[in-house]
């Protein structure tokens, strides 16, 4: 055991890193550190894993007492225990009986918490974005690059068997070569209000969030109280600001903590792009957009576009609405085809015909009526993943359960996990990029030698 002890220490570990290897038969034993809504969906996952695989959730941790005592009666149901309840992160990442730790925080706290929960020796699921500084994303890619920790990004969809599907349908050539990537992602709402209570589709909760948004027109009430929390600690580094529970609860809706739709979407959607074409990096980002809909005081837009160039040479624009909600999409254009996608984000009903390639220069449809469909000649076909629930236009919601599986099998197998901090910095990138194009109102371009983002091409790119 010493000699064994001694080859870890060499390679870099820590001791504590390995204080309890996960052998095949033991209980992964998790944290949760955040106790939001999301975290709702976290604990949900766990318990449905627990079904085929031996892991459970034994301690919690979030500054807000309400939030933890939330989350807490949630973890007795679901695992019939008491989980230990957490203020403070070091003080959850000092035991050796975690394994691993579930981070669903603010936008801006990720990055660093990962880096905590690394440094501390457990595995750790990160929701995304991974960051949205471009020096935090550094750092800690580099830490958890250097470690022996197994490091998931919560882009679920890089699990999902329908997007692995139409990576292959493109690896395999059909469509040619990408031209052009689009999506565009709407909803008809304010979204991102009210976080402060556990969300769900039920006719009830729906009810419930309708009311509480009424009540927020009317007088802005919110159940969290300074005293119940520690306001310096949740900032982590930010600008000090007087206490604001909204800002606290609604961090995405203010440019100092989240960047929006940029990072709660747009990390989804460029991930996909990565995953599909085969890139890291982008090239070139340019921004715009505004706040049309929802004027209640936010900052981020509630409608924006950003157009991104790739090395591999090919366009990909990303668009959401949040005052109109008509038939999101998404649609990777290639020289030889087509590739559909009918619903908005994880939606899976994906179809591919050569439609749009070489031999139709002036386009396809040439009749009227709905829906418009490719002609006969152009094949279309829906894709199919033999063992998967039928594709549909919404997909599976966020709690994708073999997203969070294949981070456990990772953990007991000390390998790479499908969503791996390399794919995390790189869609952190396309998100920081186009927030600070956003911002800025101009062009910004990458350097990969240097890490950098500039002002003006990068000599040798296209």
């Given amino acids: 055991m010493k000699q064994a002890g001694g080859a870890m220490l060499v390679a870099g570990m820590s001791a504590r890193s390995y204080a309890r290897i996960v052998g095949a038969n033991d209980r992964i034993r998790l944290g949760q550190l955040g106790c939001g809504s999301r975290s709702h969906g976290h604990i949900h996952m766990v318990k449905v894993a627990s079904q085929t695989t031996p892991v459970e959730t034994i301690a919690i941790c979030d500054l807000w007492s309400l939030a933890r005592d939330r989350r807490a009666a949630q973890v007795k149901e679901a695992f019939n225990l ?15 009986d975690i394994d691993g730790v579930m981070i669903a925080t603010g936008d801006f ?20 974005p991974f960051a949205n500084v471009l020096s935090e994303a550094k750092e800690t890619r580099d830490l958890v690059k250097a470690s022996k920790q197994v490091v998931q ?9 329908y997007n692995l599907a139409v990576r292959d349908v493109i690896r395999s050539g059909r469509i040619g070569q990408i031209v ?52 310096k600690r949740w900032l982590l580094g930010k600008p000090d600001r007087p206490f604001d529970p909204h800002v606290y609860l609604e961090f995405r809706l203010y440019k100092d903590y989240s960047s929006g739709i940029f990072d ?22 340019m921004a715009t957009g505004g706040v049309y809909a929802w004027k209640d005081g936010r900052q981020n837009a509630d409608t924006c576009v950003a ?18 909600s008509f038939r999101s999409f998404s649609r990777i254009q290639g020289r030889d085809g087509t590739i559909a996608n009918y619903g908005g984000e994880g939606a899976s009903l994906f179809t591919v015909s050569s439609e749009g390639g070489r031999d139709e220069y002036g386009g396809s449809v040439k009749r009227s009526g709905l ?25 599976p919601d966020d709690d994708s359960i073999v997203h969070l599986t294949n981070w456990l099998d990772a953990m007991r197998q000390r390998k790479e996990p499908n969503a791996n901090v390399d794919h995390g910095f790189a869609h952190s990138l396309v998100c920081i990029m186009a927030a600070q194009s956003y911002w800025g109102g101009k062009r910004l371009y990458w350097n990969p030698q240097t890490e950098e983002i500039v002002d003006a091409p990068v000599a040798g790119q296209a």
């Fill in 82 to 96: 008491d989980p230990k309840q957490y203020k403070y992160s070091e003080e959850m990442l000092s035991r050796n």
């Fill in 307 to 324: 157009a991104v160039t790739y090395p591999k040479g090919f366009l990909y624009t990303y668009k959401t609405i949040f005052g109109n």
């Fill in 264 to 285: 709660q979407w747009m990390s989804h959607g460029s991930d996909l792009v990565h995953l599909w074409a085969d890139e890291l990096y982008p090239e070139s980002v």
């Fill in 180 to 231: 052009h990537i689009e999506q565009e992602w709407n909803v008809n709402e304010e979204r991102w209000r009210f976080v402060d209570m556990d969300t769900g589709n039920s006719p009830e909760m729906e009810q419930d969030r309708n009311l509480q948004w009424k009540q927020w027109l009317l007088d802005r009430q919110s159940k969290l109280r300074e005293e119940d929390t520690d306001w």
């Fill in 371 to 395: 829906p418009i469909t490719a002609p006969p000649n152009d094949q279309e076909e829906i894709i199919h993943v033999e063992g998967a629930r039928p594709p549909d236009t919404r997909g």
């Fill in 153 to 161: 990004m919560g882009t679920q969809h890089r699990s999902e068997p």
């Fill in 109 to 128: 706290q990720h990055a660093k918490l990962c880096a905590e929960v690394v440094r501390a020796g457990k595995d750790c699921y990160v929701e995304k």
